[in-house]
């Protein structure tokens, strides 16, 4: 029973959506309206406020942070164990894909992905998350960069702490985000996905041309 409810409450936890939160308190555009329509902070970006964004981000990793930090910091005085820290780490990943708060419209899951991440150890986040930038600075695809840390991060778990029963939380958290990234691996093999700045590139051009 209390691993159950640990359950429910970090899938409450990832229900939060924060890309439509900060999006409505700033008064932007709901972000399931415009660009690829995933509430995630990539597409927040694309209304053309950084500061959105980032807090959009910030806000993501948070509640992946916050629900495993909780069972791990209390659990203990409640009988509960790595089952439970495993619980809470794949119920807030899918609150944030299918947030019941939000008709289940929830995005990706790369930054909730980082914040559970970081609480399970802070060296296996760390590795993940360079993973992200190394891929990302050298190919300029931001969901290269999201699936190939969505594939190292297991294999830097197993590395550092072997099989139990986290390491399949995170397996099952990586598998999800390859799948959620589903169109944008078509988008690669046909060489249509974008790469980051490529907004940037031609929103210049275009006011250059408009000179």
Same mark, same amino acid.
């Given at each position: 029973?209390q691993?159950? @409810?640990?359950?429910?409450?970090?899938?409450?936890i990832?229900?939060?959506?924060?890309?439509v @939160?900060?999006?409505? #308190?700033?008064?932007?555009?709901?972000?399931? !309206?415009y660009? !690829?329509?995933?509430?995630?902070?990539?597409n927040?970006l694309? !209304?053309?406020?950084?500061?959105?964004?980032i807090?959009?981000?910030? /806000?993501?990793a948070?509640k992946?942070?916050?629900?495993?930090?909780?069972?791990r910091?209390?659990?203990?005085?409640?009988g509960?164990g790595? #089952?439970?820290?495993a619980l809470?780490?794949i119920?807030v990943? +899918?609150?944030h894909?299918? =947030? %019941?708060?939000?008709?289940?419209? /929830?995005?990706?899951?790369?930054a909730?992905?980082?914040g559970v991440?970081?609480a @399970?150890n =802070? %060296? +296996?986040?760390?590795?993940?998350?360079?993973?992200?930038? @190394?891929?990302?600075?050298?190919?300029?695809?931001s !969901?290269?960069?999201?699936?190939?840390?969505?594939?190292?991060? =297991? %294999?830097?778990?197993g590395?550092?702490?072997?099989?139990?029963?986290?390491a +399949?939380s995170?397996?099952?958290?990586?598998?999800?985000?390859?799948w959620r990234h589903?169109?944008? %691996?078509?988008?690669?093999?046909a060489g249509q996905?974008s790469?980051i700045?490529?907004?940037?590139k031609?929103a210049?051009?275009?006011?250059?041309?408009g000179?």
């Amino acid at each position: 029973m209390q691993n159950l @409810i640990v359950a429910v409450l970090a899938y409450l936890i990832g229900s939060v959506s924060f890309a439509v @939160i900060v999006s409505a #308190t700033m008064g932007l555009a709901d972000p399931r !309206s415009y660009g !690829s329509k995933n509430p995630g902070a990539t597409n927040v970006l694309r !209304s053309g406020n950084k500061k959105a964004a980032i807090l959009t981000l910030l /806000g993501d990793a948070f509640k992946g942070w916050l629900a495993v930090w909780l069972v791990r910091r209390f659990g203990p005085q409640f009988g509960l164990g790595d #089952t439970a820290v495993a619980l809470a780490a794949i119920a807030v990943f +899918l609150g944030h894909l299918y =947030p %019941i708060f939000f008709r289940f419209q /929830g995005g990706k899951g790369v930054a909730t992905a980082a914040g559970v991440l970081l609480a @399970i150890n =802070p %060296i +296996l986040g760390i590795a993940t998350l360079l993973t992200w930038v @190394i891929v990302a600075f050298f190919t300029r695809y931001s !969901s290269l960069a999201a699936l190939s840390a969505a594939v190292f991060a =297991p %294999i830097f778990d197993g590395f550092l702490f072997g099989t139990n029963v986290i390491a +399949l939380s995170i397996v099952a958290m990586s598998a999800l985000l390859v799948w959620r990234h589903r169109g944008n %691996i078509a988008k690669l093999k046909a060489g249509q996905e974008s790469r980051i700045g490529d907004r940037k590139k031609a929103a210049a051009q275009a006011a250059n041309d408009g000179n």
